[in-house]
């Protein structure tokens, strides 16, 4: 079946560490691919995507990721995360012309 | 520009009542998705409109259905409702369905 993988559920990092958020979809075609982030108490919002170029996107606060076509992942990654980093991180593909379908997120949490 | 606005916020329903729930886009989106989130679940598509023609529709049962107006307003109704469908219901608006989505805030239902 299609779908969209997140590989973690929860992972706990210390300040200054770094994050790799591993996603993994199914489908086969033209696929946008997208992160959002949920903050605690907040509304989802975009971090980044793709559409087509350079495979591998830079997004808000830090993030990039990078589109692997050969492996259907797009994995989310941050140098250095920072305590305000907490938060629900979302993956999500959209097929041309096809509705959006969004993993089942991943929950960073950031010690200080 | 205004975001995307849901109303209302909060529901308490009974079992057995049915409920609508709204959603304005943002001005000039013709797309409008929307979607179920549960902490055990993540975030599942409930259905898309585009231009007042639902071109998709998740795995939901028929109890769940929805419409979109001339104005790409949006409503959604959920008949007969079960405790299971305690959720926070968002809403999503896109220019197109290819296109970042701008979420709201959520309507939050509680089902007693």
């Known amino acids: 079946a299609q779908s969209v993988s997140q590989h973690n559920h929860h992972v706990i990092l210390s300040e200054a560490a770094s994050l790799e958020l591993g996603c993994n979809y199914s489908?086969?075609?033209?696929?946008?691919l997208f992160w959002y982030v949920q903050y605690p108490g907040q509304h989802l919002q975009l971090l980044l995507k793709?559409?087509?170029?350079?495979?591998l996107v830079k997004g808000i606060k830090g993030f990039e990721a990078e589109f692997i076509k050969s492996k259907f992942s797009f994995n989310l990654r941050k140098p250095s995360v920072q305590w305000s980093d907490t938060a629900e991180y979302f993956c999500?593909?959209?097929?041309?012309?096809?509705?959006?379908?969004f993993g089942a997120g991943t929950r960073l949490t950031v010690k200080p | 520009k205004a975001g995307v606005t849901q109303t209302p916020r909060y529901l308490i329903k009974t079992r057995g009542q049915q409920v609508t729930l709204s959603c304005s886009p943002i001005?000039?989106?013709?797309?409008v998705s929307w979607y179920q989130q549960t902490p055990g679940q993540g975030l599942q598509f409930l259905f898309e409109?585009?231009?007042?023609?639902?071109?998709n529709k998740g795995n939901f049962p028929g109890r769940f259905s929805g419409r979109q107006f001339s104005n790409s307003r949006s409503e959604m109704n959920v008949s007969t409702l079960e405790l299971g469908d305690s959720a926070l219901y968002l809403c999503?608006?896109?220019?197109?369905?290819?296109?970042?989505?701008?979420f709201g805030a959520g309507t939050r239902l509680s089902v007693l």
């Open positions: 793709y559409f087509s170029g350079d495979p």
């Open positions: 001005s000039g989106h013709r797309s």
């Open positions: 409109y585009f231009s007042e023609t639902q071109r």
């Open positions: 999500a593909v959209n097929v041309y012309n096809n509705d959006m379908r």
């Open positions: 999503a608006s896109s220019r197109d369905p290819s296109d970042i989505q701008y």
């Open positions: 489908y086969g075609g033209t696929v946008n």
